[in-house]
């Protein structure tokens, strides 16, 4: 318990010689500590789940793991970060109407992928859009290279 501090000091008590009236451990003593314990327990997350209020920090190159076998891991090693699924499924990200890969912080990033349900799906250079998925097909902005094309009406 990492909250709980003891508030009467047990080892000096101890260390003083018998008949001394110092070395009695009063009810006072007991009643402060039992609250000090209850108060740093309460503050704990119950481990059938409860709600988490504040910041959750983890060190670098220790996991955040999902899954009975550790499946889902989420970590960072110093240098970079990682959304690792390392089971049999597969790894979905989900937006509830849109979802969007971007640099930097929100509001003012360069978007690098941005998928709308239902809709298109855009691909962005430097923050412009190059590529984006149509209800009849795709658009390109700017020039299009193929190293082959193979088949289809032009």
Do not use: R
Not at 89 to 97: K, Q, S, V
């Amino acid at each position: 318990m990492s909250n709980y501090v003891y508030t009467t000091n047990y080892l000096a008590k101890d260390s003083l010689p018998s008949g001394d009236s110092g070395k009695i451990i009063k009810g006072a003593d007991f009643d402060n500590d039992f609250t000090a314990i209850q108060s740093a327990i309460s503050s704990k997350l119950n481990k059938d789940g409860g709600i988490v209020t504040g910041n959750m920090t983890f060190n670098d190159n220790v996991k955040a793991q999902f899954g009975n076998g550790n499946d889902l891991n989420i970590y960072h090693t110093g240098n970079n970060s990682y959304i690792e699924e390392t089971g049999t499924g597969n790894l979905y990200i989900t937006g509830f109407d849109n979802l969007v890969l971007q640099s930097g912080a929100a509001g003012g990033a360069d978007k690098y992928l941005e998928c709308t349900a239902n809709g298109a799906v855009d691909l962005y250079y430097n923050n412009g859009k190059k590529l984006e998925t149509t209800n009849t097909g795709v658009t390109v902005t700017g020039e299009l290279v193929a190293t082959t094309i193979n088949g289809g009406t032009f």
